[in-house]
């Protein structure tokens, strides 16, 4: 439910900034893309380089269809984006192999995520993966209240030298309140 709210948000008040810092579109990787709907939409409507991760997971389709979330993924964009600005690559949080992988292709400017605060016992990992993947410029990972506990990641983050701050996103279709929290090195 966040994806669309966070991508506004990332296109009208993040990225252009961003981008003139920058002096060149941003690389972004979205972490936990699922089906791309963050990634992919900005890839459609800005100029930046992303990529989208998935930790590759073998999945039956109701139709039968048998496929990994990261080829499912790689369709979508295939579909949806016509330029070579966005790719699917494996993301396991926690993984340094993979997190490894990611950073051979070059550096990050930013790292964004929706929807991914659902599962308190993923949170280290996340944190594992955000350490290991994010540029100066840290990340941002939009999430509605679902049980309260959503604070621990900052803190969690906060142990391991990040600064967080938040705001609320609105956007239709929200039934819960939503929150965009940037996480910053110090």
């Known amino acids: 439910p966040v994806a669309r ?15 003139s810092d920058l002096g060149r579109p941003p690389r972004v990787l979205e972490l936990g893309s699922g089906v791309g709907l963050l990634g992919v939409g900005l890839a459609m409507t800005t100029d930046c380089d992303v990529t989208l991760t998935d930790p590759d997971i073998e999945t039956n389709f109701s139709d039968g269809t048998r496929m990994s979330t990261l080829e499912w993924l790689q369709r979508n964009i295939e579909l949806n984006v016509s330029s070579k600005r966005a790719r699917a690559k494996r993301l396991v949080w926690g993984n340094a192999d ?41 990340a941002i990972l939009g999430y509605v209240t679902r049980h309260g506990a959503e604070g621990e990641l900052a803190e969690l983050a906060a142990a391991r030298g990040f600064v967080s701050t938040s705001l609320p996103l609105v956007g239709e279709g929200l039934t819960k309140a939503a929150t965009a929290t940037t996480l910053t090195r110090r």
């Open 98 to 138: 993979d997190a490894r992988a990611l950073l051979r292709d070059g550096g990050f400017d930013l790292l964004v995520g929706s929807d991914l605060l659902y599962d308190t016992f993923n949170y280290g990992p996340l944190v594992d993966s955000i350490v290991a993947l994010a540029p100066a410029r840290g």
């Open 5 to 19: 709210p966070l991508l506004e948000h990332l296109r009208t008040d993040v990225i252009p900034d961003l981008e």
